[in-house]
């Protein structure tokens, strides 16, 4: 069965450091998003992107975030200068249909701690 | 504000007692109601989508319902297998433009 895969699983990393979080969507899916979880707390959007450029945002994607599908396949998210309080899981997801967040598939999730 | 409140924030069965879980919205715009599945240390397993008020959908023990104001999802004679957190987001238009809201998720154990 088709998945979306992310790596690092988990990645731990040093205040002010730069990080870049990968995604492998679904081959045949069209729309990307990352989102967030902080421990104990609500799964957060942050970005949805579709042909190559960011289609919406919310008000955490500022401007320390960025997104790249630099090859066709994958689908990054850099953090450039990371904060404490930026630890949290990180979800790619991925969608075929039209439409943000339609039937959206998840990745297991990126694990990234701030120390 | 629009928001989405789900309830009760844990609840524990015993295996073969059925129950239901509460997502309630107030948001304008109302565009999709999606139910997650997600088990620790995961990312969000997709379940169903809603569309409009009346609208039922079912997958093995689990039902999902919706009206103007929530949704609930039903859950059968659950399995221990059945124990996960159950997401609700609902996706709104917001600030020109549509948005996924989630809820803080119902917890729930089903004992053998």
């Known amino acids: 069965e088709p998945e979306v895969t992310q790596t690092p699983s988990h990645q731990v990393t040093q205040m002010g450091q730069e990080v870049i979080l990968r995604c492998v969507p679904i081959?045949?899916?069209?729309?990307f998003y990352w989102y967030r979880q902080i421990l104990g707390q609500k799964v957060e959007f942050l970005v949805s992107f579709y042909n190559n450029e960011i289609s919406e945002k919310s008000e955490i994607f500022d401007d320390q975030f960025s997104v790249e599908r630099p090859d066709g396949s994958n689908f990054t998210l850099k953090i450039r200068s990371t904060k404490l309080e930026d630890s949290a899981m990180y979800f790619c997801?991925?969608?075929?249909?039209?439409?943000?967040?339609?039937?959206?598939?998840f990745g297991q999730g990126t694990r990234l701690t701030v120390v | 504000e629009d928001q989405v409140t789900q309830s009760p924030e844990a609840l524990r069965l015993q295996e073969g007692e059925s129950s239901s879980l509460n997502c309630s919205y107030t948001?304008?715009?109302?565009?999709?109601l999606f139910w997650y599945r997600q088990d620790p240390g995961k990312g969000p397993e997709f379940l169903f989508t809603?569309?409009?008020a009346g609208e039922e959908k079912e997958k093995e023990r689990l039902k999902a319902t919706l009206t103007k104001k929530e949704s609930f999802l039903h859950i059968t004679a659950p399995k221990p297998e059945d124990s996960a957190t159950y997401l609700c987001a609902v996706q709104a238009w917001m600030d020109s433009s549509y948005k996924l809201i989630f809820g803080s998720g119902t917890r729930l154990l089903v004992r053998p």
């Open positions: 081959s045949n899916h069209l729309y």
């Open positions: 997801a991925s969608s075929a249909l039209q439409g943000l967040n339609t039937e959206a598939f």
């Open positions: 948001v304008s715009g109302l565009r999709g």
């Open positions: 809603l569309y409009s």
